[in-house]
């Protein structure tokens, strides 16, 4: 079973930083990307951070390239861990924050994952 728990979520002055973490455990392909997606209500998804396991593929949606930063570490067989490093937030970053895993590693992040995580809320106030 694939289980997928974010941390790291919360309110933050614009210019700030937060960093997100995502505890992934189970058996997923290991061919494919982890991620972050962010959503508000009433607006689409927005793929905005991919990575494959080995971090030879990483991919940012334009949106925040240069501001957030994605890594990830694998702590023993089945389990890893996904971060998302993020800098310089502005109002526009307000949303869910979601993970995800098993997707295909395409650079438009368009690629829809086998699995999520349950969301964390990230604020930004001005």
């Known amino acids: 079973q694939v289980q997928l728990v974010e941390s790291g979520g919360g309110s933050v002055q614009a210019g700030g930083s937060l960093r997100l973490s995502c505890a992934i455990s189970?058996?997923?392909?290991?061919?494919?990307?982890l991620g972050w997606f962010r959503q508000n209500p009433g607006k689409e998804r927005e793929g905005i951070a991919g990575?494959?396991?080995?971090?030879?593929?990483?991919?940012?949606?334009d949106s925040v390239k240069g501001r957030f930063t994605i890594s990830q570490e694998t702590q023993e067989w089945r389990k890893s861990t996904v971060y998302l490093q993020m800098t310089n937030l502005n109002p526009e970053d307000t949303a869910m924050y979601y993970c995800?895993?098993?997707?295909?590693?395409?650079?438009?992040?368009?690629?829809?994952?086998?699995?999520w995580g349950q969301g964390t809320q990230v604020t930004v106030v001005s």
């Open positions: 995800a895993a098993e997707f295909l590693c395409l650079k438009s992040l368009g690629a829809e994952p086998n699995y």
């Open positions: 990575i494959n396991p080995d971090g030879s593929r990483i991919y940012y949606a």
């Open positions: 189970g058996d997923i392909d290991r061919s494919t990307c």
